[in-house]
């Protein structure tokens, strides 16, 4: 909608104005509050004595999440216009350390407080995670004569919730008088974040009332603690209650009704084609627990399931996400209605968010399935963009750009989406031409950047890579953060560019930050500059003394070098400070179930099997060319040829029982012979493991899938999509 300039010319009063910008803000409706905005300015309305229309304008930027537009109008408003609801609508749309300064502001203006002010306060406060300011506005709750407004105490139950005071929150809960499911749901979701699904699942059995967020939050837990087949229980007790379930792997066919009309003939085949290997793939799955439904039953299910809608939650109650306050984008709304089964699509795109973070592709798969058959192909932006997103880091890449080809629709959101997902699949060049068609569709954003100089860092490109950071600003018109110049000193550091990348370190507007030195003394451990990495060092431990992965970092480049007194003073010292090495883990899932392995582990049920099948790895290995990569190894008290002998062989040992050997050893033991294999590391993938893994992929005739803390390594014939470059 565009605004006529003859609106200028009407001599309209600013009531008129008013009114429209408060239309405005109540849709958060940005493009035509800009232009009015432009309107009022031009027509010379903002000097007008009430300033009612700069309040509106305030209003207007604060409910569209622009907290800098905001301040400035703010800024505008004279002392004494200001009243208690602009305070709140700064506090509710600004970062939490600046939400909190004009909480402060207020006080010291004696303004008045109502419930609105307060939650959005303990909004920031909760966003902060500091264990201290929770507690002080919670004294201020009390103190103001708040305890029996449940919303308020709600906010201070979500305020202990995220920093993991549940003790405080429970004792919260209980004052409350009549705990409404929003209290329910805030205790669940700290129960299981800081206690685990199983105490979740007690807390969530005795909600007296659910809503489709706390059936959410444990969907999540499940997916998140590998827990596949409870979660697709769950999601069907959520869907169809007690009735039987969705069987979309036993012969349902899709609906006719579902046919895609803008569609061409081709990609309505791959789409199908990628719909239906997806049921042909959790098959067992749904066997076991999602029951066949035929389409009669869908109508009945209709008529008896109530749509979960979003409006159950005041327009002001702390614990709405992001993603509902984005429920007046009308897409959204439309999907949210055309469900109709219970799982509208902040469910779907909450659940397919913990896929993604937990590796699990079995339960999106299914909830592709299922939001294809009870929605069409058109399944809107956000939850397309949700499915590329778990595709790519389940390590599918291939079905991430299929899904996203097929998008009718496509923002800057999910452009990012597939560029990260190729960014992590170290897939630069693919990268790079999909850059060219994404600026003739989008503008492209400060996390574009971010995805095309990660992928250009694990792909070599450095000319490239230049060309997009000095073409931010001059081009794209995109601001340079902190975080372009740590993926731009990766990129350099990776390229053996170091003296480069120590340059733009020093030049950088800003003072670098661990992410930046941090990448620079990893570039320092490949490259062997011992004296820039000891010199990188000194500048982290005064940032963070206790972070032991750089300190790890540096003793394993002393003991590569031969430095071994170093190594072995600075891992004494980490030692005698009780600060602990964040142990290595690796996932696999196998018939979809998750199972966890650490260095050395021995927990497992088929343990023995498992160490059996390990011996003979190693020497299938070793027979292709395997040798232990020990010299990064620090050997501790070795004074004599037979001490390091000895040491030599314990070092040994412990490179065969890493994480990513013990769940890759699993894997071939439990599944069908050249089937493929995904593994998931919570660090980065070590160089000896790397090695064995590329020589597993030719022995067994498997391509390995390793997804670490940085990127995913695919393993085929013995090599590495990363080309030994990570």
């Known amino acids: 909608m565009r605004w006529s300039h003859s609106l200028i010319t009407q001599h309209h009063s600013p009531l008129f104005f008013r009114s429209l910008l408060r239309r405005c803000a109540r849709a958060s409706a940005i493009r035509p509050g800009e232009q009015l905005h432009a309107a009022v300015t ?24 622009l907290p800098s537009n905001a301040h400035r109008l703010f800024d505008q408003i004279p002392h004494s216009h200001k009243d208690s609801v602009d305070y709140t609508a700064l506090i509710r749309c600004s970062h939490p350390i600046d939400s909190l300064r004009f909480f402060l502001q ?13 939650i959005c306060a303990l909004g920031a406060c909760a966003r902060l995670g500091d264990n201290n300011l929770v507690p002080q506005m919670h004294v201020g709750v009390v103190k103001f004569g708040f305890l029996r407004h449940t919303k308020v105490c709600n906010a201070v139950l979500d305020g202990y919730v995220k920093c ?11 004052e409350i008088e009549e705990p409404s499911v929003v209290s329910w749901t805030v205790v669940l979701e700290g129960v299981v974040k800081w206690e685990g699904v199983k105490s979740g699942r007690m807390v969530f059995d005795g909600m007296p009332e659910r809503n489709e967020v706390a059936w959410t939050v444990m969907i999540k837990g499940y997916v998140g603690s590998g827990f596949t087949k409870e979660a697709f229980l769950l999601l069907k007790e959520m869907v169809f209650g007690n009735q039987r379930g969705l069987g979309l792997a036993e012969g349902a066919s899709l609906s006719q009704r579902s046919e895609p009309s803008t569609f061409g003939a081709r990609q309505c085949h791959e ?38 809608s979003i409006r159950k939650y005041d327009e002001h109650d702390c614990f709405r996400r992001k993603t509902l306050v984005e429920n007046k984008n009308k897409e959204g709304m439309a999907f949210c209605c055309g469900f109709g089964f219970g799982l509208n699509w902040v469910t779907l795109c909450s659940v397919l968010s913990a896929c993604s973070q937990s590796g699990d592709v079995s339960v999106g ?50 452009w990012n989406a597939i560029l990260g997902g190729l960014a992590m699949h170290g897939m ?34 450095v000319k490239q890579g230049w060309q997009y950071f000095h073409g931010m600003e001059s081009v794209y018109r995109v601001r340079r953060e902190i975080e372009h110049y740590a993926c731009m000193v990766d990129l350099l550091g990776r390229a053996g560019r170091l003296e480069e990348a120590e340059v733009l370190v020093r030049k950088m507007p800003v003072p670098p930050n661990e992410v930046v030195l941090g990448s620079l003394l990893g570039a320092c451990y490949a490259h062997g500059k011992l004296n820039l990495g000891e010199k990188i060092m000194r ?26 007194d170093k190594a072995n003073s600075l891992r004494k010292v980490l030692k005698n400070r009780g600060i602990k090495k964040v142990p290595g883990m690796s996932s696999i899932y196998v018939d979809s179930q998750l199972h966890r392995f650490i260095a050395g582990d021995k927990s497992h049920p088929r343990t023995a099997d498992i160490y059996m099948k390990l011996d003979d790895m190693i020497c299938k290995l070793r027979l292709a060319g395997y040798v232990p990569n020990t010299n990064c190894q620090v050997l501790f008290g070795c004074s004599n040829g037979d001490d390091r002998m000895e040491a030599l062989e314990e070092v040994e040992q412990v490179l065969f029982t890493h994480s990513e ?66």
């Open 539 to 564: 500048e982290l431990a005064q940032m963070d003394p206790l972070n032991t992965e750089y300190h790890i970092l540096l003793s394993n480049m002393y003991a590569l070098y031969g430095k071994v």
């Open 106 to 118: 207020m006080r010291e203006r004696a303004l008045p407080l109502d419930g609105i002010t307060l």
């Open 365 to 414: 798969r299914w909830l592709h399935c299922y939001a294809v058959k009870t929605v069409g192909w058109d399944l809107g932006v956000m939850v397309g963009t949700s499915l590329v997103d778990m595709y790519a880091k389940c390590g599918r890449v291939s079905t991430a750009l299929t899904v996203f080809r097929h998008m009718p629709r496509r923002n800057v959101v999910a």
């Open 164 to 174: 993991g005071l549940l003790g405080e929150a429970r004792g919260v809960f209980e």
């Open 661 to 726: 050997k013990l769940a890759l050893c699993f894997g071939l033991m439990s599944t069908p012979p050249g089937s493929p294999l995904c593994i998931f590391k919570n660090l980065r993938i070590c160089q000896d493991c790397h090695s064995a893994i590329k020589i597993a992929s030719d022995v067994y005739k498997r391509e390995i899938v390793v997804r670490d803390r940085y990127r995913f390594h695919s393993f085929k014939q013995g090599s590495c999509s990363c080309s030994d470059y990570w």
């Open 428 to 461: 630069g060049k693919v990268m790079v031409e999909m850059f060219g068609s994404m600026v003739e569709e989008v503008k492209p954003d400060a996390v574009t950047f971010m995805a095309l100089l990660s992928a250009c860092s694990h792909s070599g490109l």
């Open 42 to 65: 031009v027509a010379g309305l903002l000097s007008s004595p009430s300033h009612f229309l700069l309040n509106a304008l305030l209003h207007l930027y604060a409910a569209c999440s």
């Open 271 to 308: 789409q199908k084609e990628l719909v239906l290997n997806n049921q042909q793939a959790f098959c067992h799955v749904e066997k076991a627990s999602l029951p066949q439904c035929s389409e009669s039953r869908f109508e009945f299910l209709r008529e008896k399931m109530s749509t979960f």
